[in-house]
């Protein structure tokens, strides 16, 4: 077996300006727990004492006695010294928890920055949570497309050359949106475009929700704060040890209004934060802070060491820098991407045997292959298992089916482009609506965002006029039995147009 080689931390990418040993919101849950106060608020379930036995049992009592309110000053004060801290660590301005993911952050972003009728230039690759920040706001998007990889028809980032040019046709806009990382690992090159609108004054904000371990190892992509970003939204949850759901906001510099921002932030969060959710983000802080380096030190060697196994493993492709073609400097090695074409079967077929013989979870899958996230939780014995399925797999020519053929990129290309856009995101939204059969459809509004993977970058968004190239390339789609992401009928039988005639 290979020998796993692990450089001792010698630095920290960034030493951190302040002491990170402290995590105030586990100090207040503390105390909160020590007092043995006895609580008439809310949660209902008084600290676990009404819990069904058998959740008891799989979530632990310590989860339900930690599921507290502490008094509300206590709660502000150790909040505001937690998100200090996390702001430091970051290398940002401010920094804001949210609980309800990078989705919740990037609407409160969007709500704080824009306004009605706002021009946004956005990367086309954005998350639904953007394009439902454009229909709380009421903003006017210019997408800029992503570049496709020809063949793995994978967004490698927008260029910096296609933001400049948007900046310059609209000088009117009030913001930059960025998907960076991507759900593949791909950055865009962040600095160059954040120079880019700066020179035109022009905030730039990133969902960097893939890239809440960057700061703290030099061999990842550079993160957005680093990058001069005016803010970020990153998920801890999704690759930093955190509970589902907790994320952050990060802010930096003069660009933004800050009061406005904070009520936004205010006003798309619950009333009722979860404690447990909080404080886990003030640890996983806490632990990046302090020894981020050097779990990701021994994280990149896992990955780096996973990628070799694999790539020795006839019929299993992975999808890098390389095969896709850009600076390493881009790309994040944790991501493994797996093309599993050659195996002769789709990412949903690879999944599901995955899953059910062998125990192990993907975090994606889709028509081309699947995507495995590895990150400082993992371990040599996780990561051999997954080898080791994949390896059992490859070798079975009993599995092998018939794959159906692949789109070209350029139809996926025309299809992403942004179309015709004959109302603004928000008023298509709230506009009477009907589910027409697909093929009905050319022509008509779209009234939801659809977004299939791969590449998983929206063909419609609501106010778009759907034209030929995006309904045939939906019509292959439906054919192919992949699932839409964002569409009422994710099987799209049936897509929800702007009833037209409302009025006529
Ligand atoms: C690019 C991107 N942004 C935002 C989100 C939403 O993140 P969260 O699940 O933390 O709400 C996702 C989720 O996968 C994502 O891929």
Redesign the pocket.
Known sequence: MEALAVRMPVEHTRPPATSHQSAPMLDALDAYLDAGTISFSTPGHKSGRLIDDELRRLLGDPLFRADVWLNTSRHDTALRAAERLAADAWGAGEAFFTV???????QAVLLALLGPGDKVIVAR??????LSGLILTGAEPVFVSPTLHPEQLMSTGVTPASIETALAQHPDAKLVVL?SP??HGVASDLPAIVAAAHARQVPVMV?E??GAHFPFHQSLPIHAMAAGADVA?V?L??TLPTIS?G?MIVTQGNRIDRGRFKSSVRMTQTTSRCLPILASIDSARRQVALHGWGLLELTLALAALTRRRLQETPGIVLIDETSLGIPASRFDPTRLVIDTGSLGLNGYQVESILREEFGIAPELSDGRGIVCVVTVGDTRASLDALVDALTAIATRPSQRSALRPRVAARSVGDAIAQGELSMLPRDAFFARSRSVPLPTAIGCIAAEPIIPYPP?IPVLVPGERICWNKLLYLAQIAASGAICAGAADPRLLTIRVVDETVGS
């Open positions: 309800n993911g990078s989705s919740s952050g990037n690759d954005a998350h639904m949570s953007v998907t991507t759900y969902d929700a893939w939204v998920s949850h999704k759901q994320a998983g």
